[in-house]
T-cell receptor, first 107, second 117 residues
Framework: GQNIDQPTEMTATEGAIVQINCTYQ??????LFWYQQHAGEAPTFLSY????GLEEKGRFSSFLSRSKGYSYLLLKELQMKDSASYLC????????FGAGTTVTVRA | GAVVSQHPSWVICKSGTSVKIECRSL??????MFWYRQFPKQSLMLMAT?????????EQGVEKDKFLINHASLTLSTLTVTSAHPEDSSFYIC?????????????FGPGTRLTVL
């Protein structure tokens, strides 16, 4: 089975940086995904890591350490529109999702 | 990425009635679609994997006779909540994965919010 842990909530100021951690224990691993979900909407894909290291995509970066069962999503230059829930998901063909981290960006 | 639509966006029904939710893959032929359920402030829980032309695969604890899934074509899967009750009120989301490889991303539909009175 899968056990995925993320912090419940985080608050940050516009323009700042926030790091969302995700730890997982899984019986099989073929990749880790990060999704963004605004309230009342479906998740949208942000990033994917299958090898150790940092993947950078504009203001968003994701890091993976397979030996530690650990990932983080880094949001830089925060904007108000980044206020959302961020979901960590692991698996292969089927994904298991963490409970999500609600990020609130304040002016 | 794949474009996925769902219909309806929201539905309110009386307890005991059945509700059908459609999931369409608009630009990709999907042999497999996934159905999730999300309760308020909780994560997505996979309900079942919908396979075109064959029976769906249900996750443990999901009643297959209550949540009927039909995947009759490569672009359409339907989820029917039979004899709905207030505890079935939830956000139902479908997704399409663009391939069999672990590197292929899942793309989600916009979701259907079901409220059972």
């Amino acid at each position: 089975g899968q056990n995925i842990d993320q912090p419940t909530e985080m608050t940050a100021t516009e323009g700042a940086i926030v790091q969302i951690n995700c730890t997982y224990q899984t019986s099989g691993f073929n990749g880790l995904f990060w999704y963004q979900q605004h309230a009342g909407e479906a998740p949208t894909f942000l990033s994917y890591n299958v090898l150790d290291g940092l993947e950078e995509k504009g203001r968003f970066s994701s890091f993976l350490s397979r030996s530690k069962g650990y990932s983080y999503l880094l949001l830089k230059e925060l904007q108000m529109k980044d206020s959302a829930s961020y979901l960590c998901a692991v698996g292969d063909y089927k994904l298991s999702f963490g409970a999500g981290t609600t990020v609130t960006v304040r002016a | 990425g794949a474009v996925v639509s769902q219909h309806p966006s929201w539905v309110i029904c009386k307890s005991g009635t059945s509700v059908k939710i459609e999931c369409r893959s608009l630009d990709f032929q999907a042999t497999t679609m996934f159905w999730y359920r999300q309760f308020p402030k909780q994560s997505l829980m996979l309900m079942a994997t919908s396979n075109e032309g064959s029976k769906a695969t249900y996750e443990q604890g999901v009643e297959k006779d209550k949540f009927l899934i039909n995947h009759a074509s490569l672009t359409l899967s339907t989820l029917t909540v039979t004899s709905a009750h207030p505890e079935d009120s939830s956000f139902y989301i479908c997704s399409v994965r663009t391939g069999m490889s672990s590197t292929d991303t899942q793309y989600f539909g916009p979701g259907t919010r079901l409220t059972v009175l």
